[in-house]
Each structure stands twice: as structure tokens, then as C-alpha cells.
């Protein structure tokens, strides 16, 4: 008899080396002994030839309550595992429970833990009306980091903080030691393109790329690592689509500043002239899926190591929300809670 409880065997990828003929021992549900050779005997034990046997991953940014009566943490969490992701961060929109207050989080918890399949840890966010007042409640309730827009997608459920809320905001995070992630997208920039948009009378795929062009999306990430050097609080552009972004995170790190920044998993998977053209509504994504020479810029900064982290921004929305001819009537968002670990190998490796 054994006393471990399972044993894999493959190619074991660790962070600093790749053991080709390599097992993984589980004791207890806990990883107790990686060797390379023959496996030891185990209660149960699984051969997996050439697959690759990877650390799990955490998702730092999902939505599993955008739209009420739709997917809920049990079908988040179920895809993160299918995903071989056994954490997720979930972001404070949720419809009808703006997570802004510890009583909001507390009910989160509640609501969310019966469900889970996999650990969770939650993002907390401000009603603006009340400004900076119970940042503070939500740290003592345990929320690992705070959530803003620039943009206002929803004024109840997504609202946007303008610049001198946000400073506010900043300057109460900062002595906590938790980060502010911040929605990259400047709102006046963004509604002045989009009524260009509409007054060309675009509504094909091109529309929304249309009314969301780079400079809405850089002025933003500048407005929040700016306001994060300003006020001492580590900032965290929360989905950066564009190589230059990744430049300016860069610029303000090399200068000492706690400024990080978030890829994800569509940004490095697909383009506008191929892939929005072919799905449409359902490739409608904030900030918008850019062109295919950018999305090769992405993965320069990847191998460049300027990208913190990569993401899925995961949200489920109900098909008749993603299908509407007319682009900019579509919500924003897709699911990748699935794919984003095989996604991302799958381009690495091609690269
Ligand atoms: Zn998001």
C-alpha cells in the first residue's frame, strides 16, 4: 500500500524547468513530492503520456453576476475548473447587489460560497454618491482589491467615477495596502467617437472599434497610473488591448511607481478583420478586440515580461444580448473562463 492518495505522470511543467518523464504525488489533497522516472504506487494513479501536467491558475478578474437569473457561481466555478483555473476574483457589478458596502460583501459571501466549486475572492467598488465613505468597511469585510470604471457602462450597476471621485478613492486605498483596478476607457472620449459612430450610420462589426479608438482607451490608463503616483496607491489597469499601454505601465514602473496592468485572454486570441467581422455582437468586448498586428504587439510584451497578468474578464450574457444586428446595441463581455489556460499555452507556444 501506498500513502499517496494519487499520482500523475507526464511532463511536469515548473516555473524554472520542464521534467519530461516526471508525476506529481498527492497526499490529502495537497501536492506532496514531484519526481522525475518511475511514478511511485498510489491509490489511484493516471498515465498521461505526452500531456502536459501545469500549475492551476487564478482568474483575477470575472463577472458571475452581471445579469440576474443567468449563470451564478455555479456555473462560473464549474467552467473555472474545467479550466484548470481553482481561483477566481469576481468584480463588484452584479446586478441588483452593487458589491460597494460590507454588508454587500457579506451577502456576496453568502450567496456565492454554497455554490463555489473553486476558491473565490472578491473585488470591492464604491456607489459614487457616497464617495470614499465605506472603502474602508469593505477592506475590514475582505475584499482583495477595489474596482472603478472611468467609463459609465451602467449607472446603477457599472457606473463611472470621474477623476477627482477616483483621487479620493485612491487616497483611501492607499494606507490599506490593497490595490485600485480601474476600467481603462475615458467616457467623454468614447461618447464623442460613438456619436460619430451614429452619425455615419455605421452598425456593421466596425462600429464599435469605431467608437472606442486607441487614444479613448490610452488617456484613461494615463489619468490612473497618474492618480496612483499622486496618491501613493498601487494602480492596476484592469484590461489594457493596445501595445502601447503595456508601454506606459512600463514607463511608470521604471520610475518606482506601483503601476500594473492586466491583459486578457481575447486580446491575445483574436482580431478585429477576422474575428469581430465573423461573430459580431458576440465578439463586442470593452475595451474593443483590436487588429491582428496588434495583437502580436500583446504577445511582444508578454515574452517582454511588461504584461502582470492575464485574465479572461469573464461574463455570460444571454444569447439575445450578443445578437443584435446593430453592433452597438450588443452588452460587452465574453466568457473564457474555459479556455483562457489552453488559449494562452496553445499561443505561446505557436510563438
Ligand atoms: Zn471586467
Not at 467552467?79 to 469576481?90: E, H, L, P
Not at 464604491?126 to 472611468?150: D, H, M, Y
Not at 446603477?156 to 492607499?174: G, K, N, T, V, W
Request: hydrophobic residues 40%.
Amino acid at each position: 500500500m501506498s500513502d499517496f492518495d494519487l499520482v500523475l505522470s507526464g511532463t511536469v511543467v515548473l516555473p524554472t524547468t520542464i521534467i519530461e518523464n516526471g508525476y506529481v504525488a498527492v497526499r490529502d489533497g495537497k501536492i506532496v513530492h514531484v519526481g522525475e522516472g518511475v511514478a511511485p504506487s498510489a491509490h489511484e494513479r493516471h498515465e498521461l503520456g505526452k500531456a502536459l501536467i501545469v500549475p492551476r491558475a487564478i482568474d483575477a478578474q470575472t463577472h458571475s453576476l452581471s445579469q440576474k437569473d443567468r449563470e451564478d457561481f455555479i456555473w462560473s466555478t464549474r467552467s473555472a475548473a474545467a479550466g484548470g483555473v481553482t481561483t477566481i476574483v469576481d468584480m463588484p457589478y452584479d446586478e441588483g447587489n452593487l458589491v460597494c458596502s460590507a454588508e454587500a460583501v457579506r451577502i456576496k459571501v453568502a450567496h456565492a460560497s454554497p455554490q463555489a466549486r473553486v476558491d473565490f475572492a472578491l473585488y470591492g467598488t464604491i456607489k459614487p454618491e457616497e464617495g470614499a465613505s465605506r472603502i474602508l468597511e469593505q477592506v475590514e469585510a475582505g475584499v482583495a482589491a477595489f474596482k472603478f470604471s472611468t467609463f459609465g457602462t451602467d449607472p446603477i450597476r457599472f457606473p463611472r467615477i470621474p477623476p477627482a471621485l477616483l483621487e479620493e478613492c485612491f487616497a483611501a486605498i492607499a494606507p490599506t495596502g490593497l490595490t485600485a483596478g480601474v476600467h481603462n476607457e475615458d467616457d467623454e472620449a468614447v461618447r464623442a467617437a460613438m456619436a460619430k459612430v451614429k452619425a455615419l450610420g455605421i452598425t456593421d462589426y466596425r462600429g464599435h472599434g469605431l467608437s472606442r479608438p486607441p487614444l479613448t482607451e490610452l488617456l484613461a490608463s494615463l489619468q490612473i497610473y497618474e492618480t496612483g503616483a499622486q496618491t501613493g496607491c498601487p494602480a492596476h489597469v484592469v484590461h489594457c488591448s493596445l501595445g502601447r499601454g503595456y508601454e506606459i505601465a512600463r514607463s511608470y514602473r521604471d520610475r518606482g511607481f506601483d503601476a500594473t496592468i492586466e491583459c486578457c485572454i481575447h486580446y491575445l486570441t483574436l482580431d478585429e478583420e477576422h474575428d469581430v467581422a465573423r461573430l459580431g455582437g458576440k465578439a463586442k468586448i470593452n475595451p474593443p478586440i483590436r487588429s491582428r498586428a496588434e495583437v502580436e504587439k500583446l504577445w511582444e510584451h508578454v515574452r517582454a515580461g511588461n504584461v502582470t497578468l492575464v485574465s479572461t474578464d469573464h461574463v455570460s450574457w444571454s444569447e439575445n444580448r450578443k445578437t443584435n444586428p446593430d453592433m452597438l446595441a450588443n452588452a460587452s463581455g465574453v466568457p473564457g473562463l474555459e479556455v483562457m489556460v489552453p488559449l494562452f499555452v496553445k499561443g505561446a507556444l505557436e510563438r
